[in-house]
Each structure stands twice: as C-alpha cells, then as structure tokens.
C-alpha cells in the first residue's frame, strides 16, 4: 500500500469469480483513492475454449451447432453471422421464408437476452424483486421460443442456405398472444425502472460513456446506442427480413425523450434496452403477418473464397469471417463477439466510480465472456495436466 | 465504388464485402485513408495459410466491409501497431500475438490476453 497526501491507494482485485459477474470469468484490477477508482485493468481468457480452432476441424454444416454453444444467451446470433458468412462466400440467396423464420427467431432471442439483462442489472442494485419480475417474464418469451422451436436454449433453427424447421400455422396464434403479455409486462418494467428513485440514484450518471470514447474504442451493440452512436447491423447492413420491416433503431436520443441521462449511464443504458424490446416485439409480430410462403433453404455446393458475415446480436455486431479452399473444412474461422469489442469501453466507465457502483458499471455493457473468451490450464502439484491425464482422474473418480 | 488507388495491388469485391491487398509497408497510408472515410474497425484476423500468414483488417462503413490484406512470410512476422490510428485495435493486436505469434511492434500493451503468461512453444494457430 502507498500513501499519497493523506489518501491511501488500494488495488482492488474484483474476479475472476466474483459474485456480481457470476456468468463469467473476468478479473479485475481497480486501484481506489477512498471511494473513487482511478485506474482499471483487465485480465480476460479465464474461459478460452479453442472454438476457432475446433470449427477448422468440423465439416461446414457441424460448425453450425458448434458455434451455437459459443454462447447460452445469444445462440441464435453467432450461428446467424455463420451461415451469412458461408452465403456471402458462396453468393446464396436466401427464401424469403426462411429469411422471415431467422428474423422472427432473432428477435425473440434479443427480447429474453434484455430481460435477462434487466433482471441482472436490478439484482446489482439490490433490488431483487425487481430481478424476479423480470425474469419471470421472461417465461414468457422463453416458452415462445420452445414452441417456436422446440428448445429454450440452442434453437438449431439455421442451416447453411436457409432453416431447419418451419413456423407452423397453429403456433401463429398463441405467439401472438404470448407477444401481447410480453408488451404488457415490458410496460410494467419501463414504469418501475422510470419511476422508482431508487433506480435513479443508483443509475444516474454513474458509468457514463461520452460519444467520442465508445467511436474511439469501438464500442458496439447497445452499449454505443446508450451513447448516442447511432449505428446498428440490422439497418445498416440490410440482410435476413430486416429491410421489409418498418422498425426503428433505438439510441440515447430516444431514452432522452423518456427520462433524464447521461450518454451511456446505467440509465440510457436500461432505457435502451427497454426500448428494443418495444421494437423487437413490432418486428416480430409484422414478420408473423407477413410471414411468405416457400422454400426452407437452399441447396448449395462448397466453393474455394472467402466470406464476412455479421448480426446484430443482443450485446452489439457478431463477426464471422470463413475462408475456404474448396474442402470439408474452413481454412481459418474467425469469430468477434461484440463483447471483446466492449471490453475497452470498461476503462472511461470504471474511471471516478464508486466502490459499491463497480457492481452495476460491470454489468452496464451486459459482458458475455463466454463469447468472447472461447483453454483452460489445470494445475495439479504445480504441473500442468493434460486432456487425458483428466479424463482419468474424473473416470477413477466417478466409477 | 470504393478505390484505394495505388496503395493497393489487388482487389476484390463480393457482395458488400470488399478486399484490399496491401503491401506491408503502404498499411499507415491505406489507414489514413479508410479513417478518412470514417469507418470503424470490427476486426483483426489473423490466418496461417501455410506457406504464409496473412493478416485481415476489417473495417465497417455502413452496409460495406473494408478488408485490408497484408500478407507476411513465416520466420519471424512483423507488423507495427494500428493502435495509432485505431486504439479499438488494442484487444484484437494482443490476440493476433497470441494466437498467431506475429510480433505486433510499439504496442502500448503487448502482454498475453487469452493464453496463460507462462506458456511457451507453439502458437495454437499456426498450422
């Protein structure tokens, strides 16, 4: 510990397992002054699982499921930057059906993955009835997606070339129905979020963002929308049903319309998630009316290229870059997660934050690390143990 | 239509994704020149294609994706920093020294980002 001028400066080590980041492994290093950090440092590849490495062993069609365990929250999203990027390598073109089932499926996800997100942001501010209110409404769009497709988690909706499964006209109906709950209740959740003071102390100002920061690191997703970066894949890149739909993109200015925030604050933060919400609800329920009639997918034949294909995930732009040469397997995969491209955005947030904010400035960018990780070391007596060596121990110890 | 003139040898187009092959030595003014055109970088790949490595910058300019190509040999490859230009470059210079092995010169903060300090041999990438 060094003492300057009175005041003692700390380091705080938040992490790598830490109960406010309890998805996922980051660490941490905050020095404080009294309250205030006044610096930040970051150390992430707690959960590094090789998955670029692995998908250049996997047939092209495998790598679809295999990406889709990239991440649990947005499963829909890494396979969708996928196969548009194995499309935009081999200059498929899409049904329009299939482009509609994507959209919807898309959707749905982003609407479960912000009331997971609004849920955790409550719960870090202490307020875990709210926490339990929106998680339980998120019921709703969960049961949804399991009779849309049969699963909860991992939809396994895409195929190189188009989906694996249909809409079927009876479900129509309920997710209609399910969509207008969901409206319902997400107007319940904007009224506590807005009114409660509780929400404003704790959020206001706290882990702001400045525009010229979030364009000069790069942020994405939300994260730069809350401060005032308007740039989102969806419209900019026009693919899947997107540019058929009339929907809007959700920025600070919005949520400054609503209620008083800063750029990039817990508050514009919740704000714009809440409102995306609104918007993936009008996608979702003019793609169902629209929904064409046709084809599932089409067929398709491997090509020597290279392709680039991105989606706008939940936490912001998911990048996929194929190269091919002309084989089974892809020469290089390359996959972003929109979180290693907000991960620089921690370093203005943290700066002159409260020690009992770190919490909530944390979760304000909605971190999914199992994304942006993707190799573990294990150490027994000080040595590193091998993958078979492992496989050993848990064999003497399960027989 | 977008040109680099004659900073770039070749080019190539599909889709909205164009490519850019630049030589290593002309990468800062084919920098300038996409920061002019206000892009954002999305990403770093890094690829050992066997006789040699290349290195992929992709920048996003709205519904376009600007990839610059800059093609290295394999004994000991060398770049400098784009964190000048770009300082969301940071995160995605450390991975490409990780997993590639390609030594990114005057990088504010080249320490290990997913691989464990203490590892040493091969790079996982490399083929």
Request: proline letters at 5%.
């Amino acid at each position: 510990m060094r003492i300057e001028k009175g005041y003692s400066r700390l380091r705080i080590p938040v992490g790598p397992v830490h109960p406010a980041i309890a998805e996922s492994p980051v660490k941490f290093m905050l020095d404080v002054e009294g309250e205030v950090v006044v610096r930040v440092d970051f150390e992430i590849g707690y959960s590094h699982r090789g998955i670029e490495y692995l998908s250049q062993r996997r047939r092209w069609d495998q790598i679809t499921y295999l990406v889709e365990r990239i991440c649990g929250i947005c499963s829909h999203s890494h396979p969708f930057a996928y196969v548009q990027a194995v499309e935009n390598m081999l200059g498929i073109e899409v049904p329009d059906r299939a482009k509609y089932i994507r959209t919807i499926i898309g959707e749905l996800e982003r609407i479960q993955s912000h009331l997971l997100w609004a849920g955790i942001a409550a719960e870090e501010i202490g307020y875990e009835t709210l926490f339990m209110y929106a998680w339980r409404d998120r019921e709703i769009v969960n049961e949804l997606l399991e009779l849309l497709t049969g699963n909860r988690v991992n939809y396994a909706m895409h195929r190189i070339g188009g989906v694996r499964r249909n809409i079927r006209e009876s479900s129509i109906g309920v997710a209609r129905e399910k969509l207008r709950k969901l409206a319902e209740a997400n107007e319940k959740l904007k009224r506590i979020f807005l009114k409660d003071t509780r929400i404003a102390e704790r959020g206001l100002g706290v882990a702001a963002l400045s525009r010229e920061d979030a364009i000069k690191l790069g942020a994405v997703g939300p994260n730069a929308r809350s401060s005032n970066v308007d740039e989102d894949i969806r419209r900019d890149d026009p693919h899947a049903a997107y540019p058929y739909i009339d929907w809007d993109v959700i920025t600070y200015k919005r949520a400054r319309e609503i209620a008083e925030c800063n750029e990039g604050d817990v508050i514009s933060q919740v704000l714009v998630r809440l409102l995306e919400i609104d918007e993936s609800i009008k996608i979702v329920e003019q793609a169902l009316k629209d929904l064409p009639k046709g084809l599932m997918f089409t067929p398709w034949r491997m090509e020597e290229g290279e392709g680039i294909g991105r989606y706008e995930a939940p936490r912001g732009e998911v990048f996929h870059y194929v190269r091919s040469d002309g084989s089974d397997h892809p020469i290089r995969h390359k996959i972003r997660a929109p979180t290693l491209a907000n991960i620089p955005t921690y370093i203005p947030k943290l700066m002159g934050v409260q020690v009992a904010d770190i919490p909530i400035a944390i979760a304000s960018i909605d971190p999914c690390l199992c994304c942006t990780d993707r190799m573990c070391t294990v150490t027994l007596n000080g040595k590193m143990v091998e993958w078979d060596k492992i496989r050993e121990l848990c064999r003497r110890k399960y027989r | 239509m977008i040109e680099l003139g004659k900073i770039s040898v070749e080019s190539k187009e599909r889709g909205n994704r164009v490519y850019f092959t630049v030589p290593k030595e002309m990468l800062t003014d084919a920098l300038e020149v996409v920061k002019g055109m206000g892009c954002r970088l999305s990403t770093i790949t890094g690829a050992d294609l066997g006789s040699h490595l290349e290195i992929l910058y992709h920048f996003s300019l709205k519904e376009k994706i600007i990839s610059l190509r800059v093609i290295l040999g394999k004994e000991c490859p060398e770049i400098h920093t784009i964190t000048g230009h770009f300082p969301a470059a940071i995160l995605y210079e450390r991975e490409l020294m990780d997993l590639l092995g390609i030594k990114v010169i005057d990088h504010p903060d080249p320490r290990r980002l997913i691989l464990p300090e203490e590892m040493e041999g091969k790079h996982p990438l490399r083929r």
